[in-house]
């Protein structure tokens, strides 16, 4: 009887499950208080010699059956063009730091191990001059990391007169002999990367000495760089919020706020990865809703994170002068079964979206100090934008979370205020709702909107005081299951869809279906 009973309380709450009436939420949005600008370098990318990230993924080679264009595959090419890519991190990662520059260029290319991440050959026909032209081809720019653990000062020096020097100068000959008369725009210089750990195990004092003299050296020639439009140099940061990297911050920003004129930062990096467990353990595709809400709580520290960091930052810089780049973030999960696991293959789901929609929130929130993230990592590498197989490609549903983003990139953030009510599933309690607000380049006001609720929909409000909100429209991602995944036999079980509503009777109310992410722009 006491089973029955179950069985019939099981079916009843099945059936129920549909129509639980949708959450009502009130959302206000205050044009009147804009807040800072939201640097279009939050919606970085990061590609690293790692798997199938370069080569497959952007170079197949120029006599390749697959469409390219001098050895970059095309379709990639057109899907990262539509994202409006604003820099590529390249070439690592741990690789920066055993990456030497001349290996990648000329006719005869250095032929090297990647002892990081598989031990594969590393054929090294995609460097310098097809790195640039891939940045060219997808209109982004370069975030160059020099090789700071196992390099030279002077190894670093050469590699930017080589990309920068206009004048006639050994290294310029030979750039233009290569290919390229015109010198390189490098907009971004990484100093090293995790040099607490794959970059040299490094204490943050010494890393600090060597820092220093690699910011002094390493400069950037080119004249279109040199007034304005600027190279960026960021510093290595910290990797986490224990006290090992809250001295590291310390002692970097501590030294800035003394420096002298022969040497600068512009930015200060940071990484954190959605993990929850090492080694990465969770599942990247067929889990189910314990696994969705605890790694996007897990997420949400992010948000700690910054502000730890930041505390510091504006102890010794109060004016932000230097910006957090978090130029490594994203979902790590477990290797794909029967993947190298060297190669850091995962599936990327609907989960995944979210998780990109909530951190994309939190970096425009502290819009002001963070103006650089660096999703890992662009192509078949960890939360992917695209996943390619030999000729086939599929975009992701973090890509369209991505492509959504667009009107936000260099918008001007302003602030919402809303009851998120709570998501708990077991012992995690999450924020229902998430929404962030801003204005963007042409002037239109951008909401996105997230239901992080599975099950329960959400009947969002939308208040401008003193403005009449007539319309709003744009795109919601969602699927049939947290971990709906798009496939290479089916790659479009995750896409956007479009979504608007009219105001009635005064009042805006968008409906946002369970698991979803919402961008809309609003009508006055
Ligand atoms: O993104 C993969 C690796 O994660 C990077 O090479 C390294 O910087 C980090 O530990």
């Keep these: 009887m006491r089973a029955f009973l179950v069985v019939v309380t099981l079916i009843v709450?099945?059936?129920?499950?549909?129509?639980?009436?949708?959450?009502?939420?009130?959302?206000?949005?205050?044009?009147?208080?804009p807040g800072a600008k939201i640097d279009r370098n939050l919606f970085g990318q990061f590609a690293e010699h790692l798997g199938h990230g370069i080569y497959d993924g952007i170079w197949v080679g120029s006599d390749s059956t697959i469409p390219n264009t001098r050895g970059i595959r095309n379709d990639v090419v057109?899907?990262?063009?539509?994202?409006?890519?604003?820099?590529?991190?390249?070439p690592g990662g741990c690789f920066a730091d055993e990456y030497h520059w001349r290996d990648?260029?000329?006719?005869?290319?250095?032929?090297?191990?990647?002892?990081?991440w598989g031990g594969v050959i590393e054929p090294n026909t995609f460097g310098t001059h097809e790195f640039m032209d891939f940045i060219d081809q997808i209109g982004s720019e370069a975030y160059v990391s020099v090789n700071l653990g196992s390099g030279s000062p002077h190894e670093a020096s050469?590699?930017?007169?080589?990309?920068?020097?206009?004048?006639?100068?050994?290294?310029?000959?030979?750039?233009?002999?290569?290919?390229?008369?015109?010198?390189?725009?490098?907009?971004?210089?990484?100093?090293?990367?995790?040099?607490?750990?794959?970059?040299?195990?490094?204490?943050?004092?010494y890393y600090l000495d060597r820092m220093k003299v690699f910011s002094r050296f390493v400069r950037n020639y080119n004249p279109a760089q040199i007034e304005k439009d600027q190279m960026l140099k960021i510093a290595v940061g910290p990797g986490g919020s224990e006290q090992r990297w809250t001295d590291w911050t310390e002692t970097v920003m501590k030294a800035y706020q003394q420096h002298t004129w022969s040497w600068d930062i512009?930015?200060?990096?940071?990484?954190?990865?959605?993990?929850?467990?090492?080694?990465?353990?969770?599942?990247s595709v067929g889990f189910g809703e314990d696994e969705y809400a605890q790694i996007l709580k897990s997420t949400l520290d992010m948000d700690e994170l910054i502000k730890k960091h930041s505390a510091i930052m504006d102890k010794y810089d109060p004016q932000k002068k230097v910006a957090l780049v978090v130029d490594e973030w994203g979902g790590w999960y477990a290797p794909l079964p029967g993947s190298n696991p060297g190669f850091l293959v995962q599936q990327n789901s609907l989960r995944d979206a979210i998780m990109a929609a909530l951190n994309i929130n939190i970096f425009a929130r502290h819009a002001d100090r963070v103006r650089g993230a660096n999703l890992?990592?662009?192509?078949?590498?960890?939360?992917?934008?695209?996943?390619?197989?030999?000729?086939k490609m599929l975009l992701t549903p973090t890509?369209?979370?991505?492509?959504?983003?667009?009107?936000?990139?260099?918008?001007?953030?302003?602030?919402?205020t809303f009851d998120a009510g709570s998501y708990k599933h077991g012992e995690f309690n999450l924020p229902r709702v998430d929404?962030?607000?801003?204005?963007?380049?042409?002037?239109?006001?951008?909401?996105?909107?997230?239901?992080?609720?599975?099950?329960q929909a959400a009947d969002v409000q939308l208040n401008v005081p003193g403005i009449n909100v007539k319309s709003a429209s744009g795109e919601t991602l969602t699927a049939a299951q947290v971990d709906s995944v798009n496939t290479f036999e089916a790659p479009n079980a995750v896409v956007p869809k479009p979504i608007s509503a009219k105001a009635q009777g005064g009042k805006l109310i968008l409906h946002l279906e369970p698991k979803s992410v919402t961008v809309v722009s609003v009508e006055q």
């Design 78 to 90: 057109v899907a990262l063009k539509a994202i409006h890519v604003p820099n590529v991190r390249w």
């Design 399 to 416: 890509y369209y979370v991505y492509k959504m983003y667009v009107p936000f990139q260099d918008s001007t953030f302003v602030p919402v």
């Design 435 to 455: 929404a962030m607000a801003a204005k963007s380049k042409d002037g239109k006001l951008c909401v996105e909107l997230t239901n992080v609720d599975p099950r």
């Design 104 to 116: 990648g260029i000329g006719p005869e290319r250095g032929v090297r191990l990647n002892p990081n």
């Design 158 to 205: 050469d590699w930017l007169e080589y990309m920068t020097a206009a004048q006639a100068t050994t290294l310029e000959k030979e750039r233009a002999a290569n290919g390229h008369a015109a010198p390189y725009k490098v907009a971004l210089l990484g100093l090293g990367n995790e040099s607490w750990d794959c970059g040299g195990n490094m204490t943050p004092d």
């Design 376 to 391: 890992a990592q662009m192509i078949n590498v960890l939360q992917a934008m695209i996943m390619t197989d030999h000729e």
């Design 266 to 283: 512009n930015g200060l990096s940071m990484h954190s990865y959605t993990v929850v467990k090492w080694p990465p353990a969770f599942k």
């Design 13 to 33: 709450l099945a059936i129920a499950a549909p129509r639980m009436a949708a959450q009502k939420v009130e959302l206000s949005i205050d044009e009147s208080k």
